[in-house]
């Protein structure tokens, strides 16, 4: 969601819900669900306990003076950073993480529309106009809540309406979600299907203050459950949800209570950015357990034995095996390398990402798309002489959650230098004379060693000389 305290953006909301007292509050704070058109249930009948997910990184959209698309692990170090083309209310992966997409913000009246956004890029790659009740909110959509939910289907929030929507992304067509905001209170940002099953949904009572947050059950029921410090955006990680705030701060929340309150909410702050988040989005929030895979591998040319002052080229290959944009990050320890062999000056290179070697430590950072590849090649020239210990062993180790060796042989190689006098084996007894002859010829008289019978019939002794 967008940042609503800038003064650019206040104009758009004259009019909107500022300042609006909820209509229920506490254990009274049921709002049943308001008719709706070609909507769903938003779960099973009851409420299911899910197995808890593995880490997943959580992205971020900034707008205004700042419009980047951040990626952050779970303890708030950036991942990746790259510029976006414009603000967008919200944005949101597909249930499998393939696809990221982004509703533009505000919007013109009666109108919006869906992108989709390359995440390794920021770039947009497409765009489908919204239709239906959601493009009808006046005086502007105003989209600053977008989540996928399990079917496919994402649900949205506006800035200007209580309501709950739907959008088709094949289509762009919007509905009416089965439930509402309770009255005086619109969307704040985001939607995120928990582990059991409800649907959490953070929302704003004006432009400052904190964000109600609400369950919604499977039964199309909604119920407060406290408050935390105004919330543009929510991702999920293993099971936990972190809110981005309206000041820039990543708040891990710790507690999610089942029964009503309009209490604050415990919160953890993991960091504080300063930046201006206006959504937020993981590959879980629609209750899956996508999660980041990817490999890395690498030959050597030549692979060996080779003599000194030969030259070793490197290729190591980083490549995402899963459905969502993964950070594929390494390290290669060079350091059993680089005591048989000098690192060659301006060999490293990376189609993609950045590569960068710190004494005997090579690094690569980069993310990728599903079914993308990078390659990074360096050479090493082994040194004349060779006073290390002849081999030239090194390991590269994926460093980002979700990778791992292509194979059990793929994350490690060894290259033997021939040592300078292995060839030389003539001091060896018999080398260089032909079969059956020993050091002790005759050469005299070019006899054997052995004694044999002389012409007279009797023993010839080794100097020729007739027995005494």
């Known amino acids: 969601m967008a940042c609503y305290g800038q003064n650019s953006l206040r104009r758009v909301f004259t009019g909107a819900a500022i300042g609006l007292v909820m ?20 779960g099973s009948a009851a409420s ?47 249930p499998n993480g393939s696809t990221l997409y982004g509703v533009d913000f505000p919007g013109s009246a009666g109108s919006a529309t869906l992108y989709t956004i390359n995440p390794v890029t920021g770039a947009e790659t497409a765009g489908q106009p919204i239709s239906g009740p959601l493009a009808a909110v006046t005086d502007v959509p105003a989209v600053n809540g977008l989540t996928a939910r399990a079917d496919g289907m994402l649900i949205a929030g506006s800035f200007n309406s209580s309501q709950i929507f739907l959008i088709d992304p094949a289509t762009g067509v919007s509905t009416l979600f089965p439930v509402s905001f309770p009255a005086g209170v619109v969307s704040a940002g985001d939607f995120i299907t928990l582990d059991d099953g409800d649907v959490l949904a953070f929302g704003t009572q004006g432009t400052t203050g904190p964000s109600p947050v609400f369950r919604i059950r499977p039964d199309n029921t909604i119920i407060q459950i406290g408050t935390v410090p105004q919330t543009f955006g ?13 000041n820039g701060d990543i708040n891990l929340l710790t507690s999610l209570p089942t029964t009503a309150s309009t209490a604050p909410l415990p919160v953890t702050t ?35 034995p080779v003599n000194e002052g030969n030259t070793i080229t490197y290729r190591l290959t980083v490549t995402n095996t899963g459905t969502v944009a993964a950070n594929g990050d390494f390290t290669d320890d060079l350091s059993d390398v680089l005591d048989d062999a000098t690192f060659v000056p301006g060999s490293l290179t990376s189609t993609s990402g950045s590569a960068d070697l710190t004494g005997n430590t ?27 210990d002849h081999t030239l062993v090194n390991y590269v180790a994926p460093t980002a959650p979700g990778g791992s060796c292509a194979s059990a042989r793929t994350c490690s190689v060894t290259i033997h230098v021939k040592k300078k006098h292995d060839h030389k084996d003539c001091d060896k007894p018999g080398h260089g004379h032909k079969p059956g002859h020993g050091h002790d010829h005759d050469h005299d008289h070019g006899r054997g060693d052995a004694p044999h019978e002389g012409e007279e019939g009797r023993t010839v002794q080794r100097d020729g000389h007739l027995p005494r």
Do not use: M
Not at 362 to 383: H, K
């Open 48 to 94: 299911k306990t899910r197995a808890v997910c593995p880490p997943t990184p959580l992205w971020a959209n900034t707008g205004g003076n700042d419009q980047r698309l951040i990626q952050y692990d779970t303890t708030g170090t950036t991942l990746s950073n790259v510029p976006l083309a414009r603000d967008y209310g919200d944005i949101a992966f597909s």
């Open 23 to 42: 209509a229920v509050t506490g254990t009274a704070g049921l709002a049943q669900a308001h008719a709706g058109t070609a909507s769903a249930p938003v």
């Open 270 to 304: 993991v960091e504080a950015t300063g930046r201006g988040f206006y959504g937020a989005t993981s590959a879980q929030d629609s209750g899956g357990c996508v999660v980041p895979a990817y490999t890395v591998a690498k030959t050597a040319s030549p692979t060996g």
């Open 362 to 388: 090579l690094t690569w950072t980069g993310t990728l798309a599903p079914g993308g590849t990078a390659t990074v090649t360096y050479q090493v020239r082994v040194n004349t002489p060779d006073r290390g």
């Open 234 to 246: 929510a991702a999920k990680s293993a099971g936990s949800v972190y809110a981005f705030a309206s």
